[in-house]
């Protein structure tokens, strides 16, 4: 095996490391980010309805969507 193919196979895994890294610490924010909006939203039952309705407005209408393509 030459060392131009070892090379390519280093930056590949290297490269690799770093997109999964970078993802997995996005990942991690938006959940944390969605915990701590849910545990506020828990706390104001008007603003917790509105959400809720306003998720299934858009569930619906997600689905109204998929069924007419």
Do not use: D, E, Q
């Not at 095996?1 to 895994?13: E, K, Y």
Request: positive net charge; contains cysteine; charged residues 10%.
């Amino acid at each position: 095996m030459t060392a131009f193919f070892h090379t390519r196979g280093v930056t590949f895994l290297t490269m690799g490391a770093i997109i999964s890294s970078c993802a997995f610490i996005y990942g991690s924010l938006l959940v944390l980010l969605g915990n701590h909006a849910a545990k506020r939203l828990g706390h104001n039952r008007r603003i917790a309805a509105f959400a809720s309705k306003a998720a299934g407005f858009f569930l619906i209408g997600f689905g109204i969507k998929l069924s007419t393509n």
